[in-house]
């Protein structure tokens, strides 16, 4: 798996555990998000916070295709660095 | 007057509209006069293919486009059958096979951004799929003209040319598939007049002053969106903004705004949408809103949460919110929508219930005990509560089946007689709908307290036990049979809940089959899931193979089961002492 930004790793953490009302420290980064109750609800809500914090446009299944936090921020790191690389 | 569009055409104002905010905030706008003209567009062409009495599939995004494809179906005498919009391999394709195999849907209505995707989707399973047409249809030579040169279908018919249908109120108005499951769909028969009787009583709870402006974001298909919001909009005169169900997901609190910025005077969800606003909607969101038009709010299409209502007012006060807007209500799509609800200016009734004589399906009040609130009074249809297994009236306070007569009780299960005969129940007192909930009356209120019938409902949302287990079993080859079911949190609701079976010799890949289980039916259904993997024979079947899944909820919760393999969400972590 590559590497992810530890900000951007923190910050999903924090939202992630946010929206499910848990501590962030009781969320293994490595576990399915949806072990912890994760929702489409919560899932689309998810997408917005990720959409509004760094204007990258995702799908709503994006926390469903990337399931884990490691997953999710290994998968946005790459999507901002291929934006950077394009000039975008 | 005996029938919908009747009624509608004698009330037609040009100064109310219904108003559609795209997820860009962009307004579409029709008025109702527009939407007549547009409809009876609709019904000339519908007409003209012959689609009088015959079903009609209705897969549209949420906006007006469907709105004056229903009414060009009323208009035309064509039954109409509004379902979800299926995405390529999603959810809701199945359920799309389904709906057109017992409907006997003769055509396919969507717009024009979804109409090769359906058709491509619909002759890819079933080469003999009724054609799909896009309406209003896809416009040719630039889609910025103002007039859009002539097309074809639908968009070339002359509204003129439309005269009414005969139409009675026996007559059949649409198909509501809200009950039954994907495999076993349920298309309940709403007749005209059942719609008119049931809006009748909704406009009755506004009391002397009906509502001005109604704002929601329920979906078009489900029954407390389609007659709950859009058709009693246009039956009381109001008018109706509108979002899409995902866009209030999304940002809550766009549903709230347009309530500020419309001056909207009523609004209807499931207490999802209440609690889903005072969790995710920021102080400083808050701090823009002015909800002090707002005066009817009505809660209703699954289980009212008391801290919900209690939450919501406290954390939008400030905004103007008052309690006394809560209209708590009770119904279900066989009974058109609703059978009872709180009316204006009243605010809910909370009462408290020892929770031992719940169970003993006796309502104690108990100044400590259980909260519930109550679903309004019984006025303008019969309603009575019965020991489910004698069927014998209870007095008040008895906790049995709700059951419901009268002209808002739909006509049926449409191609279904046996299921028919099993839930409208016609004897010598009457005909009688059995709802499956359980609840009591206490001084003339309605409280519901539970439900007979296997359906669990998430965020308003109808899951079927049956399509949950059959996704189950066809997630891993290790699984066998499975049971799901709901239990109840106070405080989070209901959550689902699945008994599964290792098939015999392949217990060292139930942890496996729990994972592939769980990954295929969050994604499919959306909904968290907790699973409990037992061994071969574990789960009981009646002799005639139904599958007894009261029963094993029964067993799980006094701890009669012995899991190979839990997870559990963690609202159920209690629900295994020793689970890991």
Redesign the interface.
Known sequence: MPDSHPDLHRWLTEKVAGH???PPAELDPSA?L????????H???L??DIEEATGLLVE??LP?DH?TIDALAAHLTELLRIRERGGG | MSDFVTYLRERLRDDRAFVFLRDDLEEERLTFTELDRRARAVAVWLTGLGMADRPVLLLYPAGLDFTVAFLGCLYARALAVPAPLPQAGGQHADRVRALLADSGAALVLTDAAHASALTEMAHASEPAAPPVHAVPPIRRGGAEAADPPVRDGAGAADPDAWSPPAMSGDTIAYLQYTSGSTSEPRGVEVSHRGLLHNLGLFRELAGAVPPRRIAGWLPHYHDMGLVGLQLQALHTGADLVLMSPNAFVARPVRWLEAISRYRADWTVAPDFGYSWCTRRITDAECAGLDLSSLTMALSGAEPINPGTLDAFARKFAPAGFRPTTWNPGYGLAECTLMVTCTPRGLGPTVRRFAPDGLERRRAVPSADGVPLVACGSPTGLDLRIVDPDTLAPLPDGGIGEIQVAGPSVAAGYRGRPDATRATFRTGDDGRWLRTGDLGFLLDGRLYVTGRLKDVIIVRGRNLHPHDLEEAARAAHPASGRGVAFGVVRRGSGEHVVLVQEVRRGREGHAGEMADRILDRLTGRFGVPVSVVVVGHGEVRQTTSGKLRRRHMRDLLLRGGLTPVHTELEPALKDLLPASP
């Open positions: 499910l009302g848990l399915k949806r072990r912890y109750g994760l929702d489409s609800a899932a689309l809500s997408c917005v709503p299944t469903w399931p």
